[in-house]
C-alpha cells in the first residue's frame, strides 16, 4: 500500500537560518507531489508541485524552493528564513483521480 | 476565476445535532470535488469525493454530501454530530483529469458541545 512520509514533525528554527523538509512516497511510482503551506487561521496555498524528476513549478513567489532529486522524494528548502515562513507545511502526492493523500505535516516555527 | 468558497468560518453545534458545512465553487470545467477533514496538528483525510453518477455520496464516519450543479454546491452532511467530529473541513475542486491540482476553500472550523 501506499504511504507517505513528511519529516520533521516540529521544528523551530531562528531567523536567517537554513531550511531543509523531507517528504517521501511509498509504494508508488511517478507521482505528482506538492508542498502546501498553512498558516495560522488560513487554508492551505499550494507553494510548488512537481510532475516528474526534477520538475517543479511554483505556485507564488517566495523565500523558498523546492527540488525533488529522485522519483519519490520532495524537498522543500530555504537558504535563510524569515518570521513569515512560519506556518504548517504539508506534502501530498496524487497518482489517478483520487484526490490527494497527505502527509502529517510540519510545524514550522521561525523565532 | 477558479475558486472554492466556504461561508462559514467556524460552526459550533450540539453533539447529536444535525450538520451541514457549505460549499460552493467555480470551475469552468467538469469538476472533481472532495471534502478532507484536519484534526488539529494532523494532515488531511478524505472524508469524500465526487466524479460523476449519483449526486449524493457517502463518505467515511457517517458523512455524505450532495452535488448540486445547478447551485454550483457540494454540501457537506452528518445527521449527528458526535464529539469526535470537532475538526477543521476543507473543501476541494480540481480537473478532471489524473494528479490535477486541487483548489481548496478557507476551511470551516466545527466545535461541538456537550
Known amino acids: 500500500s501506499q504511504t507517505i512520509h513528511q519529516w520533521p514533525a516540529t521544528l523551530v528554527q531562528p531567523v536567517g537560518s537554513p531550511l531543509s523538509l523531507e517528504c517521501t512516497v511509498e509504494?508508488?511510482?511517478?507521482?505528482?507531489l506538492y508542498w502546501y503551506r498553512q498558516a495560522a487561521g488560513r487554508g492551505l496555498q499550494l507553494l510548488f508541485y512537481?510532475?516528474?524528476?526534477?520538475?517543479i513549478s511554483s505556485e507564488v513567489p517566495q523565500n523558498l524552493s523546492a527540488s525533488r532529486p529522485q522519483d519519490r522524494q520532495f524537498i522543500l528548502s530555504s537558504k535563510k528564513l524569515l518570521l513569515s515562513d512560519s506556518g504548517f507545511y504539508l506534502c501530498?502526492?496524487?497518482?489517478?483521480?483520487?484526490?490527494?493523500?497527505f502527509g502529517s505535516g510540519t510545524r514550522l516555527t521561525v523565532v | 476565476a477558479q475558486s472554492v468558497t466556504q461561508p462559514d468560518i467556524h460552526i459550533t453545534v450540539s453533539e447529536g445535532a444535525s450538520l451541514e458545512l457549505r460549499c460552493n465553487y467555480s470551475?469552468?470545467?467538469?469538476?472533481?470535488l472532495f471534502w478532507y477533514v484536519q484534526s488539529p496538528g494532523q494532515g488531511l483525510q478524505l472524508l469524500l469525493k465526487?466524479?460523476?453518477?449519483?449526486?449524493l455520496v457517502q463518505g467515511i464516519k457517517g458523512f455524505e454530501a450532495e452535488f448540486k450543479r445547478s447551485q454550483s454546491s457540494f454540501n457537506l452532511r452528518k445527521p449527528s454530530v458526535h464529539w469526535s467530529d470537532a475538526a477543521e473541513y476543507f473543501c476541494?475542486?480540481?480537473?478532471?483529469?489524473?494528479?490535477?491540482?486541487?483548489?481548496f476553500g478557507q476551511g470551516t472550523e466545527l466545535s461541538v458541545k456537550p
Open positions: 501530498a502526492w496524487s497518482e489517478s483521480d483520487y484526490g490527494y493523500t
Open positions: 509504494g508508488t511510482s511517478n507521482p505528482n
Open positions: 512537481s510532475v516528474g524528476i526534477g520538475q
Open positions: 470551475y469552468g470545467a467538469t469538476p472533481y
Open positions: 465526487y466524479f460523476s453518477g449519483d449526486t
Open positions: 476541494a475542486v480540481g480537473p478532471y483529469n489524473q494528479g490535477g491540482k486541487l483548489i
